[in-house]
C-alpha cells in the first residue's frame, strides 16, 4: 500500500509537477523513462514518488528514449499501467518505437513536453516533436496550461486504456511556457482520480500464460494493409470515447474540454486557429480585437489526432478569413496544420480567406501584439476580397519581412 | 511437457515442445536447435524477445506463430530492453496480485542475432545488463547479417567475405577481427556469462539452465552455424560445428560472478583452424597462396586466446 499524499484544495503547480501528480494518481505501475529537458521533472517525480513508497510501481531509468519505449512497450504488453514523458530530440530517437507501440495497439501513455528539434539546439518549446508523431498512429492531445496537463494526462490513461480504443496517447504540453510555470491547480483527491480513471483491463497480457500470444508479427503486402487500415479506423472510431470520458470528466470537475474549442466564434469574421499556449495568447487579443470593433475569435485544436476535420469545419463555417497558426519549420511547404484546416474548409461549403503563419519557432515569444497583427490583416483581405499578402507568412521573426506562396483568388 | 534434462538425442528430437516445428528457417540452421534447446531445459513459463533477425522473420509471419508461449519483437535493437520491461512489470504485479497465476515461475529470455547483438542492439543489451533485470540475453551468433543476404557484423571473423566485406583480387575479405562479445558481457559484472555450442548440446543445456537459475542478468554467446552464408551442405551443420569448436576457434566456456571461469570442452585431438576454414565457402580465397599469412594470424590469436583461457581457469581471476 502506498504511503498517502497531502494534497491541498488547491495547489501551485507547474505543468511538469501537475502531469507526474496524475502519474501518481492513476497508479502507474511501471515508468521506463530517459530524462531530457524541458520534459525531465515529469519522470523524475514519479521516481521520488515510488523512493517515497507514494506509489507502488517500479521506475526505471534506461539509456536511451529508444529504449524508453522500447522498456514501456514490453511493460505494457505485460498487462500493467504505463506512461512515460520526454521532449524533442528525445521524441525523435523514440520515433521508430512510437509507430511499433501503436501498431501493437499497447495503451501507453506518453506525456511530450513540446521542444524544438534541433539542428540549431534549441531547450525551449516549438512543436517540431508534435509535428513529427502525428503519422505515428497516436492520440494526440494538447494541454494550454498546468491544471489542463494534469487533467488531460489522467482523462488519457482512461482513453487508451478503453477496450474499444487501445492505442497509445501523447499528453502534449508546451515546453517551459507551461511545463515551467507555476499555476493554481485543483486536483482531485486520490480516491476521486483512481475512481474515475479506473484499473487497467488486461488484454492480450504477456503475463497470462494460459493463453500464449506473439506479439510484433511480421506482415507482408498480402496483410499489413489490412492491419494499418484497422489502426487508422481505430483512431477514428476513439472520437466518441474521447468526447465521452471528457464529458464524464466535466461531470466530476466542472471543467469542460472539447476536442475543438472556441472563444468568441459565434458571430465572428475572422479567427486565428492554433495550437497549445499560442491559444491564450489570442484569446487576449481576439479580446482587443473586439473592443476596436473586430468580431474577432479563436479555435483551438485540444485533439490533434484523430484529427477534428468536421469539428474544424463547423467552427470556422461563417468566418471570412482565417489565420492558421504553425509553430513548426515547415521544411519547403505550408504548414502541415495550414494544410489540414485548407483540407477542412475546401471540402466546406464556405471557401474562407486562408493564409498560414509560420511562428515561435524555437521558443520565439509570440506576442499580444503580433496576434493583434495578423487579425488587422485578417480585415485586410476581406475588404480586398483576396489574399493581399503571401499566403505563407514567417511572424515575428527579425530583419525584412518573409513569406512564401501565391494567390490565384484576387 | 517440457523435459528438464534431455537423456539423449531421441527424446529432444521427439518431443512435443513450446516452439513449433513450422517455421521457414533455413534448412540446416542452428537457430532451431538451440531455441529448442533452451524451451526444454525449464518447465517455467517463458517470456520470449527477439530481435528483428533470421529467428524472428522465420518464427512469426501474420497470420501464423512458432511460439507456444509469450512472445515479442519490437525492432532490430530493443528485445533486451523489451523482455526487461515484462520483466519489470511481472515484479509489480506480483507484488499487487494482479497476474492471472500470481505463484507460477516465469523466466525472461531475450534472442538476437550477431548483427543485432554487436552492432545495432549493443547499447540497449548494455543497459538491460547494466540494470540488472533478473533475465538473460542469448546470441544466436552466425556471425554475419544473415537475414539480408550476408553482411559483415561485428562479431564476423577477420578473413571471411561476406557481401560488405568482400573478397578480391585486392582484398582477402574482412580486415578487422572479431569482437570479443562474451569478455564483454563478462565485464559488465553479469553473475553469469558463457560461450555455448549446440554441438555439445549436454553443456548447452546445463549452461541454459544455470542462465535461468542465475539471479541477474546472463549473456551467453552460442554459435549458430549458417549453411546459406558460411557456405556448406544444410547436413554438415554439427559437423561443422564440431570443428568450430574442436579448432577452438569457438571455444566452449563459462565465466562466473565476472572472474571464474571454467573451459567446458577441451578437446582431446585440437584440430588446426585450417580443417575448419577449408570447409566453408566463406574462407575458400585464404587458401590462395597470396592469402596464406591471414590463415596463419587466425591460428595464432586462436592460439593465444586459448591460451589466456586456460590461464584465467587456472587462476580463477
Request: aromatic share 10%; proline share 4%; hydrophobic share 40%.
Amino acid at each position: 500500500m502506498a504511503v498517502k499524499f497531502d494534497l491541498n484544495e488547491r495547489e501551485v503547480w507547474d505543468g511538469n509537477y501537475a502531469a507526474s501528480q496524475a502519474l501518481r494518481q492513476a497508479d502507474v505501475d511501471v515508468v521506463v523513462a530517459y530524462p531530457i529537458t524541458p520534459s525531465t521533472p515529469i519522470v523524475e517525480n514519479y521516481g521520488s514518488y515510488v523512493a517515497n513508497g507514494y506509489i507502488d510501481g517500479e521506475f526505471v531509468m534506461v539509456e536511451s528514449e529508444h529504449a524508453a519505449m522500447s522498456g514501456c512497450i514490453g511493460a505494457s504488453a505485460s498487462g500493467g499501467r504505463v506512461s512515460t514523458a520526454t521532449s524533442s530530440q528525445g521524441f525523435a530517437l523514440m520515433a521508430e518505437v512510437l509507430y511499433q507501440a501503436s501498431g501493437m495497439r499497447l495503451p501507453i501513455v506518453l506525456n511530450v513536453v513540446n521542444r524544438a528539434l534541433a539542428s540549431p539546439l534549441n531547450v525551449r518549446g516549438d512543436h517540431a516533436d508534435m509535428y513529427l508523431g502525428r503519422d505515428s498512429g497516436w492520440l494526440q492531445i494538447g494541454a494550454f496550461n498546468a491544471q489542463e496537463a494534469y487533467d488531460l494526462a489522467l482523462c488519457a490513461f482512461k482513453i487508451a486504456e478503453n477496450p474499444s480504443v487501445r492505442l497509445p496517447m501523447m499528453v502534449h504540453q508546451d515546453g517551459f511556457i507551461t511545463s515551467h510555470t507555476a499555476q493554481n491547480v485543483y486536483p482531485l483527491s486520490d480516491e476521486a482520480a483512481i475512481n474515475f480513471v479506473g484499473k487497467i483491463q488486461p488484454i492480450d497480457d504477456m503475463l497470462d500464460f494460459s493463453r500464449p500470444v506473439t506479439y510484433g508479427a511480421q506482415t507482408e503486402e498480402d496483410w499489413h494493409f489490412e492491419h494499418k487500415a484497422k489502426q487508422h479506423k481505430a483512431i477514428m472510431d476513439s472520437k466518441p470515447v474521447i468526447d465521452a470520458v471528457l464529458a464524464e470528466f466535466k461531470e466530476l470537475t466542472g471543467r469542460e474540454y472539447k476536442r475543438v474549442e472556441t472563444y468568441d466564434m459565434e458571430d465572428a469574421d475572422v479567427a486565428i486557429i492554433g495550437l497549445g499556449t499560442t491559444v491564450e495568447t489570442a484569446r487576449v487579443a481576439a479580446k482587443n480585437m473586439r473592443e476596436k470593433g473586430v468580431k474577432a475569435g479563436v479555435v483551438a485544436i485540444r485533439c490533434f489526432r484523430p484529427f477534428p476535420l468536421e469539428e474544424v469545419r463547423e467552427a470556422l463555417k461563417n468566418c471570412k478569413a482565417i489565420a492558421v497558426t504553425d509553430r513548426s519549420s515547415p521544411g519547403g511547404a505550408m504548414g502541415a496544420f495550414f494544410n489540414e484546416v485548407s483540407a477542412a474548409m475546401y471540402t466546406s461549403t464556405n471557401r474562407p480567406i486562408i493564409t498560414n503563419f509560420i511562428y515561435g519557432l524555437g521558443g520565439r515569444d509570440f506576442s499580444i501584439a503580433e496576434a493583434e497583427r495578423i487579425y488587422a490583416e485578417q480585415m485586410a483581405h476581406i475588404e480586398a476580397g483576396h489574399i493581399t499578402t503571401d499566403i505563407q507568412q514567417f511572424s515575428g521573426l527579425r530583419g525584412p519581412k518573409l513569406g512564401f506562396f501565391r494567390t490565384e483568388r484576387s | 511437457m517440457a523435459i528438464t534434462s534431455i537423456k539423449n538425442l531421441k527424446e529432444f528430437s521427439t518431443n512435443n515442445d513450446r516452439f513449433e516445428g513450422a517455421h521457414t528457417l533455413c534448412p540446416g540452421c542452428a537457430h532451431s536447435m538451440i531455441v529448442r534447446e533452451l524451451m526444454n531445459c525449464t518447465d517455467d513459463n517463458l517470456v520470449l524477445a527477439a530481435n528483428t533477425g533470421c529467428l524472428e522473420v522465420s518464427t512469426a509471419v501474420y497470420p501464423y506463430t512458432s511460439w507456444d508461449t509469450s512472445w515479442i519483437h519490437i525492432g532490430f535493437e530493443n528485445a533486451a530492453t523489451a523482455v526487461t520491461g515484462s520483466e519489470v512489470m511481472h515484479k509489480v504485479r506480483k507484488r499487487k496480485g494482479t497476474l492471472k497465476d500470481n505463484d507460477a515461475p516465469v523466466k525472461f529470455v531475450a534472442f538476437g542475432g550477431d548483427g543485432s547483438t554487436f552492432d545495432i542492439g549493443f547499447q540497449w543489451l548494455s543497459g538491460a545488463m547494466e540494470r540488472g533485470h533478473d533475465f538473460t540475453y542469448i546470441c544466436l551468433d552466425n556471425e554475419n547479417y544473415a537475414n539480408t543476404g550476408g553482411q559483415r557484423s561485428s562479431a564476423t571473423p577477420i578473413g571471411a567475405t561476406t557481401s560488405t566485406a568482400q573478397a578480391g583480387t585486392h582484398s582477402y575479405g574482412k580486415k578487422e577481427k572479431k569482437k570479443d562479445i562474451v569478455s564483454i558481457m563478462a565485464a559488465h559484472g553479469a553473475p553469469y556469462v558463457a560461450q555455448l555450442a549446440p554441438n555439445k548440446w549436454k553443456s548447452m543445456a546445463k549452461g541454459f539452465q544455470k542462465a535461468l537459475e542465475t539471479e541477474g542478468p546472463c549473456f551467453i554467446n552460442t554459435v549458430s552455424a549458417c549453411c546459406t552464408e558460411w557456405r556448406f551442405d544444410p547436413k554438415d551443420t554439427i559437423h561443422i560445428t564440431d570443428l568450430a569448436t574442436d579448432s577452438l576457434m569457438f571455444p566452449v566456456y563459462e565465466i562466473i560472478e565476472g572472474h571464474e571461469l571454467n573451459i567446458l570442452y577441451r578437446p582431446k585431438n585440437v584440430m588446426p583452424v585450417e580443417e575448419y576454414l577449408n570447409a566453408q565457402g566463406r574462407y575458400r580465397h585464404l587458401f590462395k597462396p597470396e592469402n596464406k599469412h591471414v590463415i596463419e594470424l587466425i591460428q595464432s590469436d586462436i592460439d593465444k586466446y586459448w591460451d589466456m583461457l586456460q590461464r584465467r581457469e587456472e587462476a580463477r581471476v
